[in-house]
Each structure stands twice: as C-alpha cells, then as structure tokens.
C-alpha cells in the first residue's frame, strides 16, 4: 500500500526555520510531480511549493525567497526548508504526490500524506 508520511512540524518562534520531510513507501514504479500544501484554521488548503521529477521549482508568491523545496528520488522523499517564518505561516502542511504505483501501467494517481503541523508563535 503507498502511502506518504511528513515529518519535521514542530513550534518555532518568528524568524525561525524548520525542515519538512515527506517520505512516500509501498510499491512504486515512478514519482512524478510532489508538492507542498497548507491549510490554516477555517481556510482552504492551499499550494505552497511544486517540484517536478527532474528538479524544477515553483513558490507561490507569499514564501518566494524563504521556502526551498527539494527531492531526494531515490530516498522517495520531498523536502520543505522554511526560513525566515512568521506566524502567519501557521499551518498544517501537506504534501502529496503524483506518483504511479507498481502494476498500473502507467496510470498515475495523486497521494496525500497527513499531514504535519507547523506553528510559528512567539
């Protein structure tokens, strides 16, 4: 069974920084796009950050220059460095992944992880 699994949440203070992992496990053939999401109490879940296969980036405007996302292909795992935060970064973050699990040919489908929660507070 594929599943994601993050890590790497915790409580940090305004200008800090912390490392998300998102580790995927189970049979898979190939993964292709992963991604980090957020969602903050009573709002909707949003992008943050996109990494393709081969490595190529893309921020939504409000992390631009403090968040760097990075994949380790052979460890099957996304990465979200977050600097600089602010308590308006205060969210549960999500990843998921579009990924193709053993024996599907080369249907792919998109996997979600649980979630680890970030909380930026002084």
């Known amino acids: 069974q594929v599943q994601l699994v993050e890590s790497g949440g915790g409580l940090v203070q305004p200008g800090g920084s912390l490392r998300l992992s998102c580790a995927a496990s189970?049979?898979?053939?190939?993964?292709?796009?992963m991604a980090w999401y957020r969602q903050a109490p009573e709002k909707q879940r949003e992008l943050v950050a996109t990494?393709?296969?081969?490595?190529?980036?893309t921020y939504v405007d409000f992390v631009e220059g403090r968040f760097t996302i990075s994949r380790d292909n052979a460890k099957k795992t996304v990465y979200l460095q977050m600097n600089s935060l602010k308590p308006e970064d205060t969210a549960v973050y999500y990843c998921?992944?579009?990924?193709?699990?053993?024996?599907?040919?080369?249907?792919?489908?998109?996997?979600w992880g649980q979630g680890t929660q970030v909380t930026v507070s002084s």
């Open positions: 998921n992944a579009d990924l193709i699990p053993t024996g599907w040919g080369y249907r792919s489908a998109l996997y």
């Open positions: 189970g049979s898979i053939f190939r993964i292709d796009d």
């Open positions: 990494v393709t296969r081969a490595g190529a980036d």
